[in-house]
């Protein structure tokens, strides 16, 4: 059974750089996965796309400061020069016969 | 300008029924799968149900099963929830969003609230 994993808040310091997992459950490790950023009171905004292979591919619009990549089951997204506007929840999610979202990972930008 | 816009939300009583409705604009809506996600208050992001380009098959999280009803109307450029036979617990922000290998892009979101 597919689950995707994803610790529940994590904190960096303004101007520092964040590291978020998102962990494939035993037996997934091939699957790829889009990232989601979900500021407050604002709906969801598509980031990324990673891949097993550790490629990503952006959305439109998302500054170079976001990037993702992989390593086995985890894949990670990452972002450098922390912005205030950073401060949202992160979701991963897998598409197609198991679509789902990963439980979210609250960012507080410190 | 490519954006999804819902409407339809509201306030209904335990066992009453909504329609949601988004309108697609900026890209060619027939193209692609659409999905209804939903945020309940303190809670993730869940996905709620899609449906395939000419609409010939359908998907729905195990809860909505049998209550909720997902369509589409590609001349209308128009995706639509039917929800029946609410609950509390269906209370959540609903989104449309368009399925391309991850939803890549999202509505503003209507706000459904199940409460006598």
């Known amino acids: 059974q597919l689950v995707l994993t994803q610790s529940p808040s994590a904190s960096a310091s303004l101007g520092a750089s964040v590291k978020l997992t998102c962990t494939l459950s035993s037996g997934h490790s091939y699957y790829a996965i889009a990232w989601h950023q979900q500021q407050p009171e604002k709906a969801p905004r598509f980031l990324m796309r990673?891949?097993?292979?550790?490629?990503?591919n952006k959305g439109d619009g998302i500054p170079d400061r976001f990037s993702g990549f992989s390593s086995g089951a985890e894949r990670y997204l990452s972002i450098s020069s922390l912005q205030s506007e950073d401060e949202a929840d992160y979701y991963c999610?897998?598409?197609?016969?198991?679509?789902?979202f990963g439980g979210g990972t609250r960012l507080t930008v410190l | 300008e490519v954006q999804l816009v819902e409407s339809g939300g509201g306030l209904v009583q335990p066992g009453g029924s909504l329609r949601l409705s988004c309108a697609a604009s900026?890209?060619?809506?027939?193209?692609?799968?659409m999905s209804w996600v939903r945020r309940a208050p303190g809670k993730g992001l869940e996905w709620v149900a899609n449906i395939k380009q000419d609409g010939s098959d359908k998907y729905y999280v195990d809860s909505v099963k049998g209550r909720f009803t997902i369509s589409r109307d590609n001349p209308k450029n128009s995706l639509y929830l039917q929800m029946n036979s609410l609950r509390a617990e269906d209370t959540a922000v609903y989104y449309c969003?368009?399925?391309?290998?991850?939803?890549?892009?999202w509505g503003q979101g209507t706000m459904v609230t199940v409460s006598s």
């Open positions: 999610q897998v598409w197609g016969g198991d679509m789902m």
């Open positions: 990673v891949y097993s292979d550790g490629s990503h």
């Open positions: 969003a368009r399925d391309n290998d991850g939803f890549d892009i």
């Open positions: 900026g890209f060619t809506f027939s193209s692609h799968w």
